[in-house]
RNA sequence: GUGGUUGUAGCUCAGUUGGUUAGAGCGCUGGAUUGUGAUUCCAGAGGUCGCCGGUUCGAACCCGGUCUUCCACCCCA
C-alpha cells in the first residue's frame, strides 16, 4: 500500500522546520519581552465548548472527534435510520479538535480565574485544525500564535498589540501594512444607514471592496436586503480613507463617535513604527466576537510588489467572551500571527537568514579505522564545548563524505586521516569557499 | 458545503487520431579520481502511468467512480 497524509495536512522536511522554527522563536521572543506568558491547552476540546461559537460555517468547519467504544450501539436507531447527521452526531461525538486558540483560551479563563491576575496576558503557539477545503497557503491543520489580554479595556493594550506586530515584522524583515478599523465604527455606520441590526451583513459586503470593487459591494448589498438608499450612504464611506473624514459622517451615532474616540486614542499612543498604519472603514474580520479595534496585517505590496498572500496576522477586541462559558463577563484584546502564510512571503522574498537553516557547525570524517577512533574522541570534545557537531560513521571515501557533508549543509568538516590523527592538526575545510585550513584541536574547541 | 482543475521515474515535465519495449532534464548509484563536495566526462539503476472498475482485439490516452492537488465561491490564517 501507499503511504499517504490527510488532505490538507504536510510532512515537513528538517530544513522547513528550522525555518518555522524561526518564525515562532521570533515571535516568542516577542511575546515573552511584551510581558505575555505562555499557557497550553490540549488539542481536543469538548464539542460543547467549540459549537456555536464560530456561527453557522464554523461549526461545518470543526473537526469532530468519534466516541470510543460501541458508539452506535449508543445512538438512537430512528436518527440512525433517518440519516438524520445532525440528529446523531451528538450521540456519537462529544470531542472536537480545537479550531483556533481564542474560544479554548476564554475556557481556559473561566476555569482558572481564581488562579490567574487580572489583568491576563498569555501567549499560545499552537496547531489548530478546520475542516476547510484545501487551497494554497489554507490548511486543514496549521499553526496560530496568539497574544490576548483579559480582564482589562485599557486601549493601551490596543497601542501595545500594534507595537508588537509591528516589532516582529520588523524583526523578521517584512514591510507590513498594519490596518486598523473599530466594530463600533462599523455598528455606526449601520446605524447610519438605518440598518443597525443587519450590521453583520453590512461589514461583510463592505469587507470585500477590494477584491470586488465598489459596483459589487452595491450588488451584495442589494443582494442582502439592503434597500437602495441605505446603499447610498454606505457608499459615502467606502472611499475614506481618514479618521477625520470619517468623523462627520458618524455625527449621528453614539457608539459611532465611541468608535472614533476609541481608534483615535491608540493611534495617538501609538507612536512612530516600522510597518505601515492605516485607518481602513471597510476592514470587517470574520469573528463575530469581536466588539471593539480589529487589526488586519498584510505585506506592503509597493515594498514587495511580487508578493500575492491574504492576511498574515490579524486581531481584535472582544467585550464578552468569557460571558458564554458562565464566567463573570471579562473584555479581552488579542491578535494572531498566521505563521504558514510568514513562511511562504518570507521564502517567496528570500528573507530566511542563512543560518536558520544550518544546524551543524562541524562535520568530521575519516579516512580510515584508526583515524575514526580517533575522531569520535575529538566528536565528543567539541560537542563538550558547545558545539553542533557530528561525524560520518565510517571511513569511506573522501568525496563520498564530502558530498554527505554537502547535503547536510555542514559549513565546515574537519578531516582526520592518519597525519592529522598523528600530528593533532586538523584539516579544516571551508565548504563555502573551498579553502582548507590546519588547526589544532585547542584551537578548535576555543572556537 | 457548491462548481471546476490536476495526477506519468526521487523532483520538474514531454508522450501524436487508442497500436509493439512509456521518454527528457535534474537528482541518485558506480567509475574516470583508494586524501577533496558543489563544476567536467563515461556508464548504470530506477515506472502497478494516483487507485478501482468499464468500453475495446488492444488504454498513460476514451467513460464512470474514488482519492489527491490547485483554483473560484463560502469562509478564513
Redesign the pocket.
Known amino acids: 500500500?501507499?503511504p499517504?497524509i490527510?488532505?490538507?495536512?504536510r510532512d515537513f522536511l528538517p530544513h522547513e522546520v528550522r525555518r518555522r522554527n524561526y518564525i515562532f522563536d521570533v515571535i516568542r521572543q516577542h511575546f515573552h519581552r511584551y510581558g505575555y506568558q505562555p499557557i497550553e491547552t490540549p488539542v481536543m476540546e469538548n464539542l460543547s465548548t467549540l459549537t456555536g461559537k464560530?456561527?453557522e460555517?464554523?461549526d461545518?468547519?470543526l473537526f469532530k472527534v468519534l466516541n470510543n467504544g460501541d458508539f452506535l450501539r449508543k445512538a438512537d436507531t430512528g436518527d440512525l435510520a433517518a440519516q438524520d447527521s445532525d440528529a446523531v452526531l451528538p450521540q456519537i461525538s462529544k470531542r472536537g479538535l480545537r479550531y483556533?486558540l481564542t474560544v479554548p483560551f476564554a475556557r481556559y479563563v473561566v476555569m482558572h480565574q481564581n488562579d490567574l491576575a487580572f489583568p491576563f496576558k498569555r501567549y499560545a503557539i499552537a496547531p489548530v485544525w478546520?475542516a476547510?477545503?484545501?487551497?494554497?497557503?489554507?490548511?486543514?491543520e496549521?499553526y496560530?500564535c496568539d497574544a490576548d489580554v483579559v480582564g482589562s479595556d485599557s486601549l493601551l493594550y490596543e497601542a501595545e498589540l500594534t507595537q508588537l506586530l509591528d516589532e516582529v515584522f520588523a524583526a523578521l524583515g517584512l514591510k507590513a501594512v498594519i490596518r486598523l478599523n473599530n466594530r463600533k465604527i462599523l455598528a455606526g455606520l449601520a446605524e447610519i444607514a438605518g440598518h443597525a441590526d443587519r450590521m453583520m451583513d453590512i461589514t461583510?459586503a463592505i469587507d470585500?471592496l477590494d477584491?470586488?470593487g465598489e459596483a459589487g459591494v452595491e450588488k451584495e448589498l442589494l443582494e442582502r436586503g439592503v434597500d437602495a438608499g441605505a446603499v447610498q450612504v454606505i457608499k459615502q464611506f467606502l472611499g475614506v480613507t481618514s479618521l477625520e473624514k470619517v468623523a462627520p459622517l458618524l455625527q449621528e451615532s453614539e457608539i459611532g463617535r465611541r468608535g472614533i474616540a476609541e481608534l483615535q486614542e491608540v493611534f495617538d499612543r501609538v507612536g512612530s513604527l516600522t510597518s505601515r498604519v492605516e485607518f481602513d472603514v471597510t476592514l470587517a474580520?470574520?469573528?463575530?466576537y469581536y466588539t471593539g479595534c480589529i487589526y488586519e496585517v498584510a505585506v506592503d505590496t509597493d515594498a514587495h510588489p511580487t508578493i500575492k498572500m491574504?492576511?498574515?496576522?490579524?486581531g481584535g477586541r472582544y467585550a464578552d467572551l468569557t460571558g458564554i462559558f458562565g464566567g463573570r463577563d471579562l473584555p479581552g484584546v488579542g491578535i494572531?500571527?498566521?505563521a504558514?502564510?510568514i513562511y511562504d512571503v518570507l521564502e517567496e522574498l528570500d528573507l530566511f537568514p542563512a543560518d536558520a537553516s544550518e544546524d551543524l557547525q562541524y562535520l568530521l570524517v575519516c579516512?580510515d579505522d584508526e583515524s575514526l577512533a580517533h575522531g569520535f574522541d575529538v566528536l565528543r570534545l567539541l560537542r563538550q564545548s558547545g558545539q553542533n557537531a557530528d561525524l560520518y560513521p565510517e571511513a569511506g571515501?573522501?568525496?563520498?563524505m564530502?558530498?554527505y557533508?554537502?547535503?547536510r549543509n555542514a559549513p565546515r568538516v574537519i578531516?582526520i586521516?592518519?597525519?592529522?590523527a598523528q600530528t593533532g592538526q586538523y584539516?579544516v575545510?571551508h565548504?563555502?569557499?573551498?579553502e582548507?585550513e590546519t588547526a589544532s584541536l585547542h584551537e578548535l574547541l576555543g572556537r
Open positions: 500500500m501507499k499517504s490527510p488532505k490538507g495536512t464560530y456561527g460555517e464554523g461545518r468547519l483556533d478546520r476547510d477545503r484545501p487551497q494554497k497557503g489554507r490548511y486543514n496549521f496560530q461583510i470585500k477584491k470586488i474580520r470574520g469573528l463575530n491574504g492576511s498574515i496576522a490579524g494572531s500571527f498566521g504558514e502564510r579516512l571515501k573522501l568525496g563520498k564530502l558530498k557533508a554537502d547535503q578531516i586521516g592518519s597525519r592529522e584539516s575545510k565548504m563555502k569557499t573551498g582548507q
